[in-house]
Nanobody, 122 residues
Framework: QLQLVESGGGLVQPGGSLRLSCVASGFTLDYYAIGWFRQAPGKEREGVSCISSGGMTNYADSVKGRFTSSRDNAKNTVWLQMNTLEPEDTAVYYC????????????????WGKGTLVTVSS
């Protein structure tokens, strides 16, 4: 079964950090770009970060300088390190994969995880 599984969400105080993981099973991530998305209550889903198969990254302005995406293809895993978290970062975070050699993108994803909840609150 082809799937992505996120983990690492939880409750954190403003200014804190979390590291999300996205593990693929049933397929290898070597040729896939991975996008991280989030959806806050009452808001549309938005792309926050993506990482190409070669490791190039892109970040939304709202998280630039605070979030870092990385990957280890040997472990079939991608991470999203989130620092200096703000209440506005509260959302369900999803990872998604798209098979492409052309950088990374936030559209036309092939596989989605079920999400992990991040709550930033004091």
């Amino acid at each position: 079964q082809l799937q992505l599984v996120e983990s690492g969400g939880g409750l954190v105080q403003p200014g804190g950090s979390l590291r999300l993981s996205c593990v693929a099973s049933g397929f290898t991530l070597d040729y896939y770009a991975i996008g991280w998305f989030r959806q806050a209550p009452g808001k549309e889903r938005e792309g926050v970060s993506c990482i190409s198969s070669g490791g190039m990254t892109n970040y939304a302005d709202s998280v630039k300088g605070r979030f870092t995406s990385s990957r280890d293809n040997a472990k079939n895993t991608v991470w999203l390190q989130m620092n200096t978290l703000e209440p506005e970062d509260t959302a369900v975070y999803y990872c998604a994969a798209v098979k492409t050699s052309a950088g990374c993108r936030y559209r036309g994803m092939d596989y989605w995880g079920k999400g992990t909840l991040v709550t930033v609150s004091s």
